[in-house]
């Protein structure tokens, strides 16, 4: 007997933390630690890595009647690559500051995995409906991992968050946070508390099913 999908609803849920793109399938780990040494612009390169992501999944879904099997990463990276371009001629043309910050890694969202993953996973497989939610979910995941990590590194770098303070003037910069070493403490710091909890909550819940 085939295994039954997941609905869409489970795709969108799934997204957010049990398959959560970097604290649980670690993927896309490049721009997590390059861009989140401030909020604004981990939530710009959030913001389009969730347009190529939702883009690339409806358009491989709604194709997937015509994908070879052995052209279809071709296929996966010229619509990647396709919707990329657009997110970069934009970003250049409408946020040229944050265009130049952001430097390499928006075109570099054409090789995330997250991508590549859930063309491979979901929309080579599901219908658009489907396809569409997975994006949505793995997108707010992915733009949930970067907003915690860019706020812990932005505050205890400058006191600041999104550039407004929030720490009283005596606060001691702790610039290292705002440089690499910053990135890769945080991110292990964050992702041991995640895995903690998720710890902890099937212990509870293996406790109350023996306690039954």
């Known amino acids: 007997m085939a295994k039954e999908m997941p609905t869409a609803l489970e795709r969108f849920l799934n997204g957010i933390l049990p ?18 040494s401030g909020v604004a612009s981990a939530m710009t390169m959030a913001g389009a890595t969730a347009f190529v992501l939702i883009c690339s999944n409806v358009m491989t879904s709604l194709i997937r009647g015509f994908l070879k099997p052995h052209l279809r990463i071709l296929i996966y990276t010229l619509t990647i ?15 040229w500051s944050m ?14 995995c997250v991508i590549v993953c859930r063309c491979e996973v979901c929309s080579s497989k599901q219908p658009v409906f489907v396809a569409a939610s ?11 991992a970067l907003l915690s990590i860019a706020s812990v590194r932005e ?13 009283p003037d005596t606060w001691p910069n702790c610039g ?11 991110m292990g710091l964050l992702l041991g508390l995640v895995n903690w909890v998720s710890a ?13």
């Open 19 to 36: 398959e959560n793109p970097v604290y649980r399938q670690l993927l896309g780990l490049c721009p997590t630690l390059a861009v989140t």
């Open 81 to 95: 690559a396709t919707f990329v371009t657009i997110a970069d001629r934009f970003l250049a043309a409408y946020m």
């Open 99 to 112: 265009s130049k910050q952001l430097g390499p890694y928006v075109p570099l969202i054409i090789v995330n």
């Open 134 to 144: 997975d994006a949505l979910g793995q997108s707010l995941g992915f733009g949930l």
């Open 155 to 167: 505050v205890l770098a400058t006191g600041a968050w999104a550039g407004l303070r929030v720490l």
């Open 176 to 186: 290292a946070m705002g440089l690499p070493p910053g990135a890769f403490i945080t």
């Open 200 to 212: 902890r909550r099937k212990t509870l819940k293996s406790s109350a099913g023996s306690a039954k």
